[in-house]
């Protein structure tokens, strides 16, 4: 994003809880990183909304406005569909306004004619096309679980994956299958991931996963063009919003608490 | 032996300097990071004849890769298990090899505009209008003072009329960018302005910022095109909510058939948009693997099929689920429902839980602008296909003998018997030829939407809402019904937001119900309890 210059931003989202916060918090630091109100636009729409005329051509006058203009979506599923095909038609291309994608896959992409979205991004923690042995061997073995050599990998697998491993881990670790007895056991298990490095789980109940952003390709798939330089710990509260800035979590004992205020001492929030 | 020939080559290259500079401007761009790569291409750009255009022409398309063994740049074409490489320079062939044993030179949006605007000044004397164009618009785009001279040369010689104003609004965005006198600039302005297109916007902006006479020229250009495209937009909402009512219509108009004249109310109406959305899809497989040449005609082909289909699951519908339940609207709801259920689930099972992608034929791609109005294809091509399956139907039920027959049957079904009218096969196959309608439906949705198994939910909903409202029994009705929600809706979205927009026109729905019970076209008369 940085050596694209982007000045201006449209936050556009599905309406529910995660683009909601998602846009929050992006607000504050954009705010926070000196971009002024009348350059952040944000929008919502209905789940499956199918209508994007009015939206796509809202951006597009928007973007005319001589900055650099870029949109960060948090549109879900399928509404994405008709929104990449509006963009296309009304002739939007990733050079002019790139479209940043947090919740647009591969699975996304299978449903759709990808030579317009050339050039579109997405941030994720894993792509398909992430080149180790380790990714190689799980491309493998999942494409021959349903004996279909076109299916594709996604973020949410690998998440499962590295879940899975860490439970198993955890697991050997405390000797039993009880919930209580794992949990405490799993903080701090580490297991690889399909990225070439290794995931630890956090004292926040977080994982540590390298970022990346991909852009899309015309087979459907990304091409990553930035990552983080290490792995990136989750952060549980946001640190640009005034209500969840002293918030932390911390679920060792004695502490074990999800949403610990560091300004007042006390458990329960803010 | 290689190391040989790469001597052999150097020294060739020694020989004539400017190959070699041309030469080391290739290298670089396999040996770059990307971060430096757009020095590269300017380098590159800047070295004389044909070579460079070819270079980032095929750095633009992903087909300029790295050969890993000696890293040497090459264009690819795909084979069958690899890759025929080419010399970037001498254009000579470089051999076969598998894709594992090159790498592609990765670029980002940055380096695609680098690519094109570098392109721009070669590209201006191209002999293809439509090349000449595009390289005239990149100009736009990028303000690239640098490039005025190409397109002073170009526009001298310039004879097709659409490239001329093309290259004329380059001319007045590099100018505003130059170094020329402030007249120049003026004149540059006025002849942005007086387009008074959205496109000429951020290249007014530029100009507009600090003091002076180009700067307070800009900025009166910018509200005068501004205050025109607010009326522009106007036009353009009525033209998102007639697109949006022509979905609606297209939605509607067979239910219209079966609820609104029969009185049947069936949930799984959704369903059977969705099944004439799945034919399309298969016929597009089927063309795609077997007759690619035929794909802009697959919708064409698409359409009776999926007509047929529809309509077939329709008939079944009506002979197992509908016909047992004549007169009893609260059990057909239920059952009807549990039918679309049944619908969603086999959908699921058979082409899985995912999208499929339709594509949209080329003649309904992209866009067109009329005055300052972007018309897409698809919804141009999609508000024409409703207003047709609408008329079709409207000829069919007052103009043919079966749609004599449909309505006597539908009016009064024990005198249509009496006087000889097969009224169980009437009603079955009034049944079908909506169901059937359906099934064009999704034809035509299948372009603008998501072809999944859910795609027919919002539907069944939005369809019996534009049913009501336009009043039940009556087709006229439909159509303003669909029409006037649509625009209403699209009135809406700019100042409420495409959420409290939808609830404020149930809620004039809801309103207007109560005040007219039956619709806007209500039927009068001797029918009316029919």
Known sequence: ?270 | MRRLIATLVLIVLMIVPARADLQSAVDALGSAKMDALEAVIKTLAGEPGPVPATVLGALADGKLYVRKSDQKVVIVAEEAGGFALTDPVTGASAGTVAAGEVSKIRINNALRRAIKAAAGGSALASPDPAKRLEAAQAVLKSRDASALPAIDAALAQETDAKVKAALQLAQAAALLGSDRPDTEKIAAISTLAATGSRDVLPVLAGAAEGQGDVALAARTAISGIETSLAFWNMGQNIWFGISLGSVLLLAAVGLAITFGVMGVINMAHGELVMLGGYSTFVVQEVIRNHAPGLFDASLFIALPIAFLVAAMAGLVIERLVIRPLYGRPLETLLATWGVSLILQQTIRMIFGPTNREVGNPSWASGAFELGQLSITYNRLWLVIFSLIVFFALYAVLNKTWFGLQMRAVTQNRRMASAIGIKTPWIGALTFAVGSGIAGIAGVGLSQIDNVSPDLGQSYSIDSFMVVVFGGVGNIWGTLVAAMTLGIINKLLEPFAGAVLGKILVLVFIILFIQKRPRGLFALKGRFVEA
């Open chain 1, 1 to 270: 994003m940085a050596n694209e210059k982007v000045e201006r931003w449209v936050l556009a989202g599905t309406d529910y809880v995660y683009p909601r916060t998602t846009n929050k918090i992006l607000e504050a630091y954009l705010k926070a990183k000196g971009v002024a109100a009348e350059d952040i636009m944000i929008n919502y729409t209905p789940f499956g909304h199918s209508d994007w005329q009015t939206i796509v051509s809202d951006i597009k006058k928007f973007g005319s406005a001589g900055k650099k203009t870029a949109v960060v979506s948090t549109i879900n599923g399928d509404a994405n569909v008709p929104f990449y095909k509006e963009l296309a038609n009304q002739g939007i291309a990733a050079e002019d306004i790139p479209v940043v994608a947090f919740s647009v896959g591969e699975e996304e992409l299978a449903g759709l004619d990808t030579g317009p979205l050339v050039g579109h991004l997405a941030a994720w923690n894993y792509f398909q096309s992430v080149d180790t042995p380790e990714n190689a061997a799980f491309i493998k073995t999942w494409r021959a679980f349903p004996k279909n050599d076109k299916r594709v990998t996604h973020d949410p697998m690998e998440a499962h994956v590295i879940g899975f491993n860490m439970w198993v881990k955890a697991v050997e670790k405390a000797g039993t299958t009880d919930p209580d007895a794992v949990i405490d056991a799993i903080i701090g298990v580490s297991v690889p991931n399909l990225s070439g490095g290794f995931s630890a789980m956090m004292p926040n109940h977080h994982i540590t996963k390298p970022v990346l952003i991909g852009e899309v390709q015309e087979n459907g798939q990304f091409d990553i063009v930035w990552s983080t330089p290490g792995l990136v710990v989750g952060d549980e509260w946001s640190d640009y919003l005034p209500e969840s800035k002293d918030l932390i979590a911390d679920w060792r004992a004695p502490m074990s608490c999800g949403n610990f205020n560091v300004a007042t001492g006390k458990c329960g929030g803010a």
